[in-house]
């Protein structure tokens, strides 16, 4: 075996389990320059997993993606173990077994008589508390969580998780392997989720919460989320692609172990849909129908035929939206300026967090007549229009509006009413549950959205993305979403209030 580099912050490292992140960390080990042990209770697991290195690292080398005696060298540091015994060298042990407390903690405890008290040991543990598994070690200040995301040699975020005891120079031995492994580690404190898997619950459990109130189909939610939000993938698609045998106990695990937070409720469509066996791509049928590998998608409704559009009257409070009125100039509509819509009007407004029927109701509008557009974002960035009827909208209206929106080529989707229509909901949940994250400490807030970004593939960080809708605005949302809504699932995190409030970024530590 090659003898690693003296600047390695682990020179000897060993990985229990070979599994799918075992075998992914063992690559990012060997790749950094450290002797890898790789152990495994099931006979063959070990060596199939070198096996498979050794294929990988080939193609590279196939494809001139990798040098043939890297490929070489890399190889010869990985050696599989008999028993744990071997691990004796290790300066760090990362665990990658079967996710189950006791089996964990049988695990460290046999590892904490072979290794050196100076030894950091690690588990990749997605959902287990660390702090638990540590709580029958001799050195519980040698240990610590960190956790890898599938696959481990793709996804370039760890999170350094520190339980209770873990002392600080062990979080930052392991943040600085990380680096050399070619990873941006995050640093998080112990808490169900730590930092992604955490943050993530918005994203899907308000989707739900929309389709279970009849808003709009999967499909749709999907629509806008990607091209009014901005999201690489919809929620259901990725509910989808994930697996719901995967997704939905994440979802319940996290809402239980946070004693039933409102903001995590699981909802009852993924867990009738799991027991359907409609687990997503794995079972050829989730949300969407898959032929071959590609979902079946149903024909968006057409564009109205209009022959004469209505006149527009649009409500003082939405009028204050300068981008709305430009936009139905350019759009050809006929305004009309006066201070109470003719009878004739279709009526608009732009509700922030409220649904239509509230703003129709307050306001004394017609609401037969009345619909609402989401200006959230920026029609020059959006590439679908969302508008939302209410109850008593009448037909002939929401056709006018629906042909009127589309006039030059934009998608539009006619969504039934809602606080907050779709995107404006979500929005504010991902950016609400960050918030959150920072006011409990878990996390510093650049950690956060960098660990978002890398671990979820978000456009840019919840943070960050409130600071881009003004967090005064995502604190109104929420505050008439919770109107709408009665639901302590959209109080907002005192972060956001204070931050809202005092016209701060919520990138914005607590000055010390
Ligand atoms: P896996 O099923 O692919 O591999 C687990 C391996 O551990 C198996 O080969 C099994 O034989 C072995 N094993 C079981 N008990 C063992 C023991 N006592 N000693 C040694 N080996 C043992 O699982 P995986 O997906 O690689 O997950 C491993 C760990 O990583 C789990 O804790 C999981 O929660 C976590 N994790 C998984 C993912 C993911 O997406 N798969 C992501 C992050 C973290």
Known sequence: MQTPSSS??????????????GRGIAQLAAQAGSRVWLYDTSSHAAEQARTALDHQWQSLVAKGRLAPDAAQAYLARVSVAQDLQAFAPCTLVVEAAIERLDIKQHVFA?????????????????????????????????????????PAPLMKVVEVVRGLATEDSVCQSLADYARQMGHTPVQAQDTPGFIVNHAGRGYGTEALRIVSEDVADFQTIDLILREQAGFKLGPFELMDLTGLDVSHPVMESIYRQYYDEPRFKPSVITAQRLSAGL??????AGFYAYDNGQARLAPEPAVPEVATLPPVWVSPRAARRPELLQLLKNLGATLETGAHASAHALILVAPLGFDVTTLAAVDRLDATRTLGIDMLVSDEVTRRRVLATNPATRPDMRRAAH??????????????????FVTQRVLATIVNIACDICQQGICSPQDLDTAVTLGLGY???PLALGDRYDPSSVLEILFNLQTVYGDPRYRPSPWLRRRGALGLSLLQPEAD
């Open 8 to 21: 390695l912050i682990f020179s000897d490292v060993g990985i229990v389990g070979a599994g799918a992140m």
């Open 110 to 150: 046999d590892l904490e008589r072979i290794v050196s008290a100076e030894t950091v040991l690690a588990t990749n543990t997605s959902s287990l508390p660390i702090t638990a598994i540590a709580a029958r070690l001799k050195r519980p200040q040698r240990f610590a969580g960190y956790h890898f995301f599938n």
């Open 279 to 284: 687990l997503g791509r794995k079972s050829g």
């Open 403 to 420: 042909a009127l929106f589309a006039r030059d080529g934009k998608a539009v989707s006619v969504i039934r009413d809602s606080g907050g």
């Open 459 to 461: 456009p840019v960080g």
